[in-house]
């Protein structure tokens, strides 16, 4: 299984703020890594899929980068709707697998 | 508008059994696979189980193997999760969601429109 680990579990900043969030994985998943936004009480929405495509919607401000077993997630200026918890995912191998999570707090 | 609703949830005794529904609506039910995610009280998300877009092809992750069954009903555009023997630990909310990629291009196993979610409590 691949272990997919977030960092940092929490992340303090103001709006207007860059964000950046890490999702490592135990080994490579090439480019098959996804990123979703949940907020609490509601589903997960899809924000990056395959390292760095935008899914629909999703504003110019949130960015994906990566390859093999380093990924980021930039939130470049912080809005207040983006205060949540992000998690990220592989689809390289059976069984699917996300990161643990990374909560993005108001400071 | 894509729309998928689960049903089904409740509270369950240990041993027992509950069976999930999740009724799409917006798209060619047949055209993509679908998945059951889970999310203990305060944790994280799980992968429990994907079916393909034609129901030929399961995928179950360990911890369920044996105990659910995932199947579709393209008649009713409806997904099932068939539960048994549930443990504590299979307490969660329950979401299904479909494929970001259709079948024709081959399912991707990222997951673009998700359900609301339905709560599955296994307490005694």
């Known amino acids: 299984e691949i272990v997919l680990t977030q960092s940092p579990a929490t992340l303090s900043l103001s709006p207007g703020e860059r964000a950046t969030l890490s999702c490592r994985a135990s080994q490579s998943v090439n480019t098959y890594l996804a990123w979703y936004q949940q907020k609490p009480g509601q589903a997960p929405r899809l924000l990056i899929y395959?390292?760095?495509n935008r899914a629909t919607g999703i504003p110019a401000r949130f960015s994906g980068s990566g390859s093999g077993t380093d990924f980021t997630l930039t939130i470049s200026s912080l809005e207040p709707e983006d205060f949540a918890v992000y998690y990220c995912q592989q689809r390289s191998n059976w069984p699917k697998t996300f990161g643990q999570g990374t909560k993005v707090e108001i400071k | 508008e894509v729309q998928l609703l689960e049903s089904g949830g409740g509270l369950v005794q240990p041993g027992g059994s509950l069976r999930l529904s999740c009724t799409a609506s917006?798209?060619?039910?047949?055209?993509?696979?679908l998945s059951w995610v889970r999310q203990a009280p305060g944790r994280g998300l799980e992968w429990v189980s994907t079916i393909s877009g034609n129901g030929d092809s399961t995928f179950y992750t360990d911890s369920v193997k044996g105990r659910f069954t995932i199947s579709r009903d393209s008649s009713k555009s409806t997904l099932y999760l068939q539960m048994n023997s549930l443990r504590a630990e299979d307490t969660a909310v329950y979401y299904c969601?479909?494929?970001?990629?259709?079948?024709?291009?081959?399912?991707?196993?990222?997951?673009?429109?998700w359900g609301q979610g339905t709560l599955v409590s296994v307490t005694s």
């Open positions: 917006g798209f060619t039910f047949n055209n993509y696979a």
């Open positions: 969601a479909k494929d970001l990629c259709s079948r024709s291009g081959g399912s991707c196993y990222f997951f673009d429109y």
């Open positions: 395959d390292a760095s």
